[in-house]
């Protein structure tokens, strides 16, 4: 297998693991704008239709500590500690939050073309679309406009406090649909995907305390 196709293959088969919550697991330079979190963690559950392309190439997904895999009722996830986070969750306009962040642990994609360890997370959001980072079996990979964030169809909890001090955030649910970028460099590796723009791949919920810029 090419290197192109194994880090498209890498990329594809851990892309629901890219997500990240949208803007309150954040990690790139702090400025007046940007809060940081602390004590955050986020879970990507992804969709059986995510699974379905899981199954195509025979793949089985196992989590690297500290992360860990969560199988229930509702399906399968990953829950990933955040190593350092910044951003805006924009708590009354959740469309415009934005920020970038690291995840700690990992995922290990087993398949009969080869295992792919998947680690070294990061994942930046802004103007409601993610784009990643990872490294695929130690090499170094990243892809621009990898999903689109609806975090605006999420569910947001946040604990009252006085302005400008720190406050608990859960924001769940929160749809996570393919790029045309992303569709693209998959079907120049493999073919076309059963999947569209408008399908779901993942579901992530995520939690934290936010403390605003300036404290």
Known sequence: MSATRRTVLGTALAGPL???????????????????????????????????????????????????????????????????????????????????????????????MGEFRVTELESVLESGQTSGRCAVNGAQTSMQSLFICGAGEGRLVAQPVPAGQPLKVRISDVPLRPTPESLSAFTTAFGAPAVTTDTVMAYVTGEGVYTPPGR
């Open 18 to 112: 890219l997500g990240h919550l949208a803007g309150t697991a954040a990690g790139a330079d702090k400025n007046d704008r940007f809060g940081t979190i602390s004590e955050g963690w986020v879970e990507v559950r992804w969709t059986p239709q995510a699974q379905a392309q899981l199954d195509r190439f025979q793949a089985t997904v196992q989590a690297i500590a500290p992360a860990r895999l969560i199988e229930d009722e509702a399906g399968t996830a990953i829950r990933f500690p955040v190593r350092t986070a910044t951003g805006d969750p924009a708590l009354t306009n959740l469309p415009k939050a934005q920020g970038s962040g690291r995840l700690d642990g990992g995922v290990v994609v087993r398949t009969p």
